[in-house]
């Protein structure tokens, strides 16, 4: 991800802070880019833009958890997302607005939600590749939607909500996935 890049998906979210989605503009969340070859031409872009930003923030936070088993390294990597998200909260939960008023967002961003699942895999060392890893990826995505909802409701600065039920619900998908593969 280029800097300007990550500019942008700054801006957008502290504008974020103060405005709904409807009232933010595209113009105000370019304000002051100088690069003309950026390739964000909608607030849907912008969408994709933040969901890059937050995965290029967590593949730099992950630098410094230590390798462990599969599970806790899920836990540490999905965690490390939502105290990502946590250092914008409100933005997010704006965001989840639009897409509760607008699910066609939702689901055309599901490409770039999978490559994030992807992309948590990967740090995370679990395996995604073939069939069974297909599978995996759902679960791994379902996992993170149903913790997202807890993080929602969690208004405690240290996540400890967020944190119980992560845990919870990766113990639940290691189950299935021991049943069913």
């Not at 113009?27 to 930003?53: C, G, V, W």
């Not at 995996?136 to 039920?165: C, H, I, P």
Request: aromatic share 10%; hydrophobic share 40%; charged share 30%.
């Amino acid at each position: 991800m280029i800097e300007c890049e990550k500019k942008i998906a700054q801006q957008t979210l502290d504008i974020l802070k103060k405005k709904s989605w409807s009232a933010l503009s595209l113009d105000q969340a370019l304000k002051n880019n100088k690069n003309k070859h950026i390739d964000i031409n909608s607030k849907f872009d912008l969408l994709k833009n933040i969901n890059r930003y937050v995965d290029n923030m967590l593949i730099k936070k992950i630098r410094s958890i230590e390798n462990s088993s599969t599970k806790d390294m899920l836990f540490e990597v999905l965690m490390a997302r939502f105290d990502i998200l946590q250092l914008n909260r409100k933005s997010f939960l704006e965001i989840y607005k639009v897409f509760k008023k607008k699910p066609q967002y939702f689901i055309k961003l599901l490409p770039s939600f999978l490559e994030s699942m992807i992309v948590t895999a990967e740090l995370s060392k679990y395996n995604v590749n073939g069939l069974k890893g297909t599978i995996r990826l759902k679960g791994l995505m379902l996992v993170y939607f149903v913790t997202f909802f807890q993080w929602m409701d969690d208004k405690n600065s240290s996540l400890e909500k967020t944190m119980t039920a992560l845990d919870k619900n990766l113990d639940q998908s290691e189950k299935f996935v021991k049943l069913f593969l």
